[in-house]
């Protein structure tokens, strides 16, 4: 896999660089972004503070 690819909005977990917008992983798609609170990660970065961008490892996928 490529490290540089960022995907966007993910529909179920995920390993990766994953970038999501606040308001699905808050409030319109709360359920769907389900597992990724459940692993409890710092966003490593963000676009505007409304994008956040979250490194997901195969260990971290392991803990849900």
Request: no cysteine.
């Amino acid at each position: 896999m490529n490290k540089d690819i960022i995907i966007k909005d993910p529909k179920g977990p995920t390993v990766g660089k994953i970038i999501v917008s606040v308001n699905s992983l808050n409030l319109f798609n709360y359920q769907e972004y389900r597992w990724l609170r459940e692993l409890k990660k710092d966003p490593i970065d963000n676009i505007g503070y409304t994008w956040l961008i979250f490194e997901v490892t195969e260990e971290d996928l392991k803990k849900i």
